[in-house]
């Protein structure tokens, strides 16, 4: 019975393996694809994510720096490795409004703003707070009393 279950584990370990490197290899194919149709003109393309426990959002931006506007943009939202990066014209427009163009949804806002964050001179375009940055941890300083 014991090396059924250990068959079984192993089994899921490689399956999720495969179906990561197969998300990849999709967003792979749309950034280059993305990066390939606009070669020559002025545009910045810059990618931001942020996870949360259960879901969490991708984008993929195509920025024009001299007009200050999203030109075209794709998005990955969800929970699965189903995921896929799809179209997102709500994000395409002026950057200065596209925190009111991402709806709710917390993990599409803090995504785009990582994503606008790799641009020279980026300030963030929504008042939500920050999640730490991954690897670094914060402990807090506690007052020492006096000897």
């Known amino acids: 019975m014991g ?13 999720s393996i495969v179906l990561s490197l197969w998300q990849h290899r999709g967003y792979l194919k749309v950034v280059n694809e993305m990066a390939r149709e606009n070669a020559g003109r002025q545009l910045r393309l810059v990618s931001g994510r942020d996870k ?51 709806g ?11 994503a606008l964050g790799m641009l020279p001179g980026a300030k963030p375009t929504t008042k939500t707070p920050q999640a730490p940055s991954a690897g670094r941890i914060r402990i807090p300083r506690t007052q020492s009393s006096p000897r």
């Open 52 to 102: 949360g426990r259960l879901s969490g959002a991708l984008v993929v931006l195509l920025v024009d720096p001299a007009t200050d506007q999203i030109v075209e943009a794709k998005a990955m939202t969800g929970a699965t490795i189903f995921s896929r990066l799809r179209p997102a014209p709500q994000l395409t427009g002026p950057i200065a409004t596209v925190a009111e163009r991402t």
């Open 104 to 114: 709710e949804n917390k993990h599409l806002q803090r995504a785009v703003d990582s």
């Open 3 to 15: 090396w059924q279950f250990a068959l079984l584990l192993l089994g899921a370990m490689v399956a």
